[in-house]
């Protein structure tokens, strides 16, 4: 079965400029959560997605925002980038997003903003 | 607010020695927990997990991690250890809450050298 797969895996933006990451989770899995990490702040939880709705979401500004499709793909989009925003954009898929399940990860996408 | 603390945030040891990673985390309640590893160039991948039953659980590649409820640590251990362990390795904390979905709180994480 093949893993969880993040488009494109490198990007150099500039600032102000705004970015869409991609993200196609495991075939069958439902739940996609995207988080950031960096050196400063490791790995931080940014939001969920499940059956095309956001159902949870991290402590981040409303630049950040994302999308899920009925194939349960999802989509990461940061408007008006800044330097900070620069960091290593994960993407991890699960059955259901329940307590229960286990997040398989993507290799990520690495976002430069310049 | 729940968080999780890496004791270590860098070890360096020679091959064979024995590796033990400390993990605390902070929250009462029912959790889920799980250690990660990200070797050099490469994904998050899962070593082990737990989510109930035996406290003593063991994952890939000769890792097991010991679940101690009333100290809140999910330490992770490997007998000795090889030039191949070299990676960074995170604790993960599922917490059972109103807004847990698909959401894991991850420690600062513990970068492993193994040297030969």
């Known amino acids: 079965k093949a893993g969880v797969t993040q488009t494109p895996r490198y990007l150099i933006k500039t600032r102000g400029q705004q970015v869409t990451l991609s993200c196609s989770p495991i075939?069958?899995?439902?739940?996609v959560s995207w988080y950031q990490q960096t050196p400063g702040q490791g790995l931080q939880f940014l939001f969920e997605?499940?059956?095309?709705?956001?159902?949870n979401k991290g402590n981040f500004p409303g630049r950040f925002s994302g999308r899920q499709f009925s194939n349960s793909r999802s989509e990461m989009n940061v408007s008006t980038l800044e330097l900070g925003d620069s960091a290593l954009y994960l993407c991890?898929?699960?059955?259901?997003?329940?307590?229960?399940?286990?997040?398989?990860f993507g290799p990520g996408t690495r976002l430069t903003v310049l | 607010a729940q968080s999780v603390s890496q004791h270590n945030h860098h070890v360096i040891l020679s091959e064979a020695a024995s590796l033990e990673l400390g993990c605390n985390y902070s929250?009462?309640?029912?959790?889920?927990l799980f250690w990660y590893v990200q070797y050099p160039g490469q994904h998050l991948q899962l070593l082990l997990k737990?989510?109930?039953?035996?406290?003593l659980v063991k994952g890939i590649k000769g890792f097991e991690a010991e679940f101690i409820k009333s100290k809140f640590s999910f330490n992770l251990r490997k007998p000795s250890v090889q030039w191949s362990d070299t990676a960074e390795y995170f604790c993960a904390v599922n917490a059972k809450t109103t807004d847990s979905w698909g959401k894991l709180q991850f420690g600062a994480g513990t970068q492993v050298v193994v040297t030969p």
């Open positions: 929250y009462g309640g029912t959790v889920n």
């Open positions: 075939s069958g899995h439902r739940s």
């Open positions: 737990y989510f109930s039953g035996d406290p």
């Open positions: 991890a898929s699960s059955l259901e997003g329940s307590f229960t399940d286990t997040q398989y």
């Open positions: 997605y499940f059956s095309e709705t956001q159902r």
